[in-house]
């Protein structure tokens, strides 16, 4: 899915991938270095939830544009994107 995603968004022009994080620990060291206009990222990173380090980030960085994506289909994952500042969320489905 990693893969897909980056081939998509360099494919889009002006568009590069600046950085990708497997864990939620290179995930968060990553934003300690790296400012992106788009973050893109899924709902669990190896079993461990994003929302809580989400959140925390967006409260510092309210102009970086969010993407969250999930294999899970449940209204409360769009509900819950929305309501901590995600302008978006994406099915893998």
């Known amino acids: 899915m990693l893969q897909a995603m ?10 590069v991938v600046v950085a990708q994080a497997k ?12 400012e992106p206009d788009l973050l893109v990222l899924d709902v669990y990173l190896q079993n461990r939830c994003v929302f809580d380090p989400l959140r925390q980030y967006l409260r510092t960085h309210l ?4 993407l969250v994506i999930s ?9 819950y994107s929305r309501k901590i500042g995600a302008q978006g969320f994406i099915s893998k489905s």
């Open 23 to 34: 864990t939620l620990e290179e995930l968060q060291e990553t934003l300690r270095q790296v």
């Open 71 to 79: 294999g899970h289909e449940q209204d409360f994952y769009t509900q």
């Open 6 to 15: 980056i081939s998509i968004i360099q494919s889009l022009p002006g568009c």
């Open 63 to 66: 102009h970086v544009r969010t």
